[in-house]
């Protein structure tokens, strides 16, 4: 039998009041696509750390902005997009310090990137600053 592929889409304030309702909301997603506990902690992390950036550095915490978060899953993956209309970045020109560097300064910032990388399967990026930037994640449903 094929599996339909399903998409839901949540548009939210620019606000870190609203970070409850997008963890659950990708959670409840990456859950009906039948993604284990594990692999549904690591999408909601990776979207929570991707939604705080925009928040914080696209937007500005100004909360008039909007973050759009779609999700979709078939039987292959959960694909899930963060989309603002913020202050883009180039992401590869973004220095990657050695993390045992960053941790001796116990510096806060510099490991969002990093961290959405090591939980997710693929990360892509699609930046026009001030027009549309894109955050697009992929979490495998089956591994291997």
Not at 46 to 65: L, P, R
Not at 85 to 94: K, L, R, T
């Amino acid at each position: 039998m094929d599996v339909l592929e399903q998409t839901f889409t949540l548009h939210v304030p620019s606000s870190t009041k609203n970070l409850v309702m997008i963890r659950d909301f990708v959670n409840r997603v990456a859950e009906q696509a039948g993604l284990e506990e594990s692999n549904r902690s690591k999408i909601e992390l990776a979207v929570d750390e991707a939604c705080c950036n925009v928040i914080e550095h696209a937007y500005g915490n100004d909360v008039s902005k909007e973050i759009t978060v779609r999700a979709t899953f078939d039987g292959d993956a959960v694909r899930i997009s963060v989309i603002d209309s913020g202050a883009g970045f180039a992401p590869d020109e973004v220095p990657q310090e050695e993390l045992r560097e960053l941790i001796r300064q116990r510096r806060t910032g510099g490991l969002g990137m990093r961290l959405i990388k090591t939980l997710m399967d693929e990360v892509r990026y699609e930046i026009e600053p001030g027009r549309r930037n894109e955050l697009h994640m992929v979490k495998k449903v089956r591994q291997g």
